[in-house]
């Protein structure tokens, strides 16, 4: 192992169920030596990539948020929605997440929480599978046939009893998204919680994100939120140059 697969092994060990790490358990979820776990982890602290906090454990540094924010499709993606997002959370009162597609999961580059919202584990940065989220199903169904059949044929991560991993149910989830645009999941990470997504198309009307509300389970009709969903999305692909959101027929591929 090189030195700079080394340094990733430690920042690797950091997820949103591990936010806060003890140097001893970065040391076993790397599989590092305790004494290499310690200088990396000192030269990450230097450079900005780790922070220590009051109690001795470690997390990740402004470091790499301040690298993050250069990535150039999720940034320009999220400078162009927010304006848009702010208004869909008003008019829905609902969380609205902005997400893209990197490898098999879902990465939100925006969260926005609303005060009498779901209850949801999301969070900006946060990554979750594509099969288990309003936005993941969209970017995935609309991914692709390769892809969605990889995805398809790897172990499907079970979160709640309502999370979808029987392939064969999930394909023919995934073609009534490709039909109507819309994907929506209930309680498939955390209970009483429905995810309501729609694709956001940019150049040549490909798809480039998601954006989705999550609303309680218990809501009546979850469905009276797409008028305002599709409307910010359609807002979004003009902002992005999609052709179809301007009016304009679609570019050949």
Sequence with gaps: MTAAQRALAILECFDQDHLLLTLS????????????TH???????????????????YAIGMRILELGSLEPQGMRLRDVALPFLG??????????????????????VE????RAGATVLSRLGG????????TGL??????????????????????????????DELRRVLADVRRSGVGIVEDS???DCTSVGVPIRGPRDRIVGAVAVTVPSSTPTP???????????????????????????PSAA
């Design 189 to 191: 990470i955390t209970s």
């Design 127 to 134: 990554r979750w599978p594509l099969h288990a989220t309003g």
């Design 223 to 249: 469905h009276a939120v797409l008028p305002a969903l599709s409307a910010t999305a359609r807002a979004i692909s003009r902002g992005l140059g999609a052709p179809s959101a301007m009016g304009r027929p």
């Design 138 to 167: 969209v970017l995935l169904a609309f991914a692709p046939h390769e892809f969605r059949e990889e995805v398809l044929t790897s172990r499907l991560q079970r979160f709640t009893d309502r999370t979808i991993t029987d392939p």
């Design 111 to 114: 969260s926005l929480r609303a």
């Design 39 to 57: 200088r990396l982890v000192g030269e990450l602290r230097d450079w900005g990539a780790l922070e220590r906090s009051a109690d001795g454990r």
């Design 87 to 108: 208004d869909l959370q008003a008019a829905t009162n609902a969380n609205v997440h902005l997400a893209v597609r990197d490898g098999h999961d879902v990465v939100y």
């Design 25 to 36: 358990e970065l040391s076993r979820r790397s599989t590092l030596s305790l004494s290499t």
